[in-house]
C-alpha cells in the first residue's frame, strides 16, 4: 500500500536524521527501535511545552507521561515545580506508576526524572486505583514520528497509543484533555497522513522551533482493540489483564446490594473458569 | 523422580530403568520432562566437574526413554547453552552457564528491577536488598580512601558507590553499558551538587563526563580501585555470568594499557545468594581474583603492593572475614 511504503521511507529517514540530533539510550545505543531518543533542543522544545495553557488549569486533573529519553526535561521540570504526574515503566513490564514530586529532596530533581532515578521514587499505581482517581487533564508523549494531521507513526510498539486507550476505557480521558507529541523538527512530516483507526490523534506537536495545533473535530475515545492483542507483547502484561477484568465486566454505578470489589471478585472467578 | 545414582557412577541393569519418565497427555513433552530432570542433575554437579557426562546408552538406560528423546533432551540444553557436545568427545558441562542458572533462581527474592530490563536478569547486574551494607564496608577499607580514581561497573548494585566516590571527591572511570560508548570519566571538581546523583547512573553519566574510547584507553591514567557487581561470584574470587560480560574485556584493555596491573585492588559486590563455593571451572577466568563483599561477609584477601605473583597463593584457601 502506498501509505506503508512512505511511511516506512519517512521512518529510515527521520532515523537517519536522529543518529545526527538525537541521544543514544544508555543501554539500547543507537537502537531507535527500542526506545524514544531524546535530542538536541529538547530542553526548549519543553520550554514550548510548558507555555501550553493547559499546565496553568490542570485544578484536581492528572498529568501523564511516558517514559521516553524525549520527556525527561519535561518531568525534571514538573518534580521541581512539585507536580505530581502518572507515567508506565518502560514497555508498560510493570505497570502504571505514580510520582508525587513533593518527595524527590531538592537537589535530586534530575535523578528522579531519570529512568533510573524514577525506580526509587515513583510508587506503583493499579488500574483500579487510578480508574478510583482523577481524570486526566494532558497526556505528554514523545515519539518517531509524526504527520500534521497530529497521527503518529514510525515503527514504535504502540505504548501510547495503549496507555491512551487503556487510561479512556477507565474513563479517565475526556474530550477535553489535552494530547502533546515533543519531537524534534526531524521527526515532523509535512504532509496530512491518515492513520489507522486505532491511531490517537494529538492536539499539539511540539517542536524545539514550533508549537503546532492540530486542528481536529472533537476525539473518539479511545478503545482497546482487544482482537488485536492476542500475539503482541501486550497479551501477557499485567496491565492488560487487569484491564481486562475492570472494563469487560464491572459497571461502573455501584449496586445497592454489592461493593464493586466483591463484583468485580465474581467477574475475575468467572472469568478465570471459562 | 530422581535416579538412585549420580551421574557419576550410574550402575545401570538394560532391563530396570532407575526410574521411569512417562508421557502423559496433557503434561510437558517427554523430552521436555527429561530435559528439565537432567538440567536439575547437571546443575547439582560440582562446579569444576571436567569429565564428560554419562553416555548416551547410559543416561537412555537412567530414564527408560528412547535414544531420540534423550538427544532431543540433550539439545535442549545444549541450545541453551549449559551443555556443550563435543563430536568424539562427548557432553560437557559450561560452569558459567552452571552457576548462571543456579544463582538467577536465588536472585528472584532480593534483586531489585532494572528500569528496562525489569527482572531479566541475563541482561544486567541487578542492585539487590541490603546492598547498602556491601556499600559500608567498601568505603571502610584502607583502599577505598586512599583511592583517587576508581574504576566502577555500570552495574545498578554500585550506582550509590559511584555517587558516593564523586562526593568524596574521587576521580571516577565507568565503561559504557556494553561497552559501546567508551569509558565515562567522572571528574568530581566539574559536576555540580545538583547532577552528583545523575552523574552515577547509566542514564546520566554521560551528559556529566567526558569519553574515552578503547583505543585511547591509556589516556584514563592510573586507576587506583576496581569495583564490580556480577551475576555471581565465585569464593576464589571470579566474577560469572553474562551480566558482566564486557568486564573481562575491560580489564583486558586497561591491563594492556598500564592502567592497572596485578596490585590493583579489586572487589566484587554481590548478595550472599550470589556467591558460589570456587573452584569453578570458567571459560575464561580472571588471572587475578577478585574480593567478593557480600553484605555479610568479605572473602578473600586483597594484594599487597607489589606482591602480584604471590596473590594467587594468598586468595587459596582464604575464605573468611578478611
New interface residues.
Partial sequence: MATVDRTTQYRERIWADLRKVGR?D????WDLSS?IADFEGSDICTDRTLDLDVWRTLGNRRVFITPD?ST?ELRKRLIAENVPFVMT???I??GFVELDSTTVPP?????AA??????RYAVPVSLGQLQAGDPFAVLVTGGTAVSMSGVRFGKGHGYFDFEYAALSELGLVDSDAVLIDMVHDCQVVDEHLDGEPHDVVMDYIVTPTRTIPVHRDGREPGRILWDLIPGTEFERLEVTAELRRLVQTVDKAPRADKTIDAERQDSFRKEEKE | MRPTNSLRNPKISPNQPQFQVEHVSGEPPLYVQVSRELERMVLALPLDHSDPLPSEPKLIDLWGVSRGTLRHAVNELARTGLLRVEQGRGTFVNHDVQVRLIVRERLVDVA??D????LDFDR?VPDFLDRETCDATIMARPEWEAAQTVFAAPD?SL?HLRAQALVQGKRLVVP???L??GYVVLDPTVIP???I??AA??????RCGTTVDSPSVESLGRIDLLVTGATAASSDGQHIGPGNRFLSIEIHEMEEAGVIDASTPRVIVVHDCQVVEGPVALQRPESTPFVVITPTRSIGQLPIAGVGAKVGEMMRGTNGNS
Fill in positions: 543514544p544508555s543501554r539500547f545505543h526506545f529519553n525527561e515503566t518502560y514497555g513490564q510493570r537537589g535530586e530533581e534530575s535523578y531519570t529512568l533510573d532515578g524514577m525506580d | 531489585l528491577p528500569s528496562r530490563f525489569h544486567f545498578n550506582e559504557t553499558f556494553g559501546l560508548r551538587e545538583e547532577n546523583l545523575l547512573t547509566l542514564d546520566g553519566m554521560e
